[in-house]
């Protein structure tokens, strides 16, 4: 570039300018050398890194495992008798008898032959599958009260309750609400957690469906947690 070569005296240019030039070129020349060293500095860094303050997303939390029929202390959760019929489970109705009825059926089974079937048949509050159960305990123990269930055509809600008395601490009532719109065609696992106190506790265990509709119940359990 003919910037580059040396100009010759002018009175009208002053004699230190070629200088500054020079100096201004050995700048640029150690700015270029500064800019490659930092590049080639740079060259080495990761470039697939997340932006900073980005946290790699939480890992889906597993499944939670399939109760243990042989642990539970229901009798006859999965409704597959077929001398005792439902039994031990009994029906409770709010008032009217034959409001609701309770009916093992092909159709309600989940896992093996039967299960069963929970429906309003004239309008009344409530109806619902009960079972009373007596555990001795030597120590308190957390539990897990788990229901399969599906629907059709629930209106209001439906609902897993326990309750317990000891004869060494207060009553306690537990209790879990499915609204309906969480309860569909297809089979899905619903749970309550519970705690049983250490001596002799009365439990009473129920699956409630409130108001008009069909719910079919199968695999219900109490078993212990870890």
């Known amino acids: 570039m003919s910037c580059l070569a040396p100009e010759p005296h002018s009175p009208r240019m002053p004699t230190a300018r070629p200088a500054r030039r020079s100096t201004a070129l050995a700048g640029l020349a150690l700015l270029l050398i500064a800019t490659t060293a930092v590049g080639e500095e740079r060259a080495g860094v990761p470039t697939d890194l997340p932006p900073a303050g980005h946290d790699d997303p939480p890992a889906e939390p597993a499944p939670m495992a399939e109760p243990d029929p042989a642990r539970s ?46 429906r309003q048949e004239i309008d009344e509050e409530y109806g619902a599958l009960a079972q009373h159960v007596v555990h001795e305990a030597e120590q308190a123990q957390p539990y897990r009260l788990s229901a399969w269930l599906r629907g059709r055509g629930i209106e209001r809600r439906v609902a897993l309750n326990a309750d317990i008395t000891n004869s060494r601490h207060p009553a306690r009532h537990f209790e879990r609400i499915v609204e309906p719109a969480a309860i569909g065609e297809g089979w899905a696992r619903y749970d309550l957690d519970v705690e049983i106190d250490a001596g002799r506790s009365s439990l009473e265990v129920l699956v409630v469906l409130y108001g008009p509709g069909t719910l079919h119940v199968d695999d219900v359990t109490l078993t212990p947690l870890p």
Do not use: C, D, K, M
């Not at 609701?100 to 032959?113: D, F, I, K």
């Open 73 to 118: 202390l229901l009798g006859n959760g999965g409704f597959e008798s077929t001398e005792l019929g439902i039994r031990p489970w009994v029906l409770y109705v709010h008032a009217t008898q034959g409001s609701y009825v309770a009916t093992q059926t092909t159709e309600s089974a989940r896992t093996g032959q039967l299960g069963v079937e929970l």
